[in-house]
């Protein structure tokens, strides 16, 4: 496994993990405040794993295709990857 994979995954550990003591706080009634705080937490490690994964995905994957020379190929990426980019901005 390389480098920034095993970061990505241990970022959706993290964020798995702190989503369980979210759950506990919120059956045991804790101060919402803390809940939310913990939870935008999660949500910051959502979303650097997200980068982490694009930023593999265009090193990688969307790299060899430009080099690959298809056309077709490269505007269907660039297609997912500006979806993708949406669906991350709202």
């Known amino acids: ?8 995954l241990i970022n959706f550990k993290k964020a ?21 705080q913990q939870n935008l937490a999660v949500i910051g490690m959502l979303k650097s794993a997200n980068m982490m994964l694009m ?14 020379g ?3 190929r490269k505007q269907e990426m660039i297609r997912e990857i500006l979806q993708v980019t949406k669906l ?3």
């Open 1 to 8: 496994m390389n480098e920034q994979k095993n970061k990505t």
């Open 16 to 36: 798995q993990s702190l989503l369980g003591k979210i759950m506990e706080m919120v059956e045991n009634d804790e101060y919402c405040v803390d809940i939310m």
């Open 55 to 68: 930023e593999g995905h265009l090193n990688d994957c969307f790299s060899k295709v430009i080099k690959s």
């Open 70 to 72: 298809s056309e077709k």
């Open 88 to 90: 991350y901005n709202k």
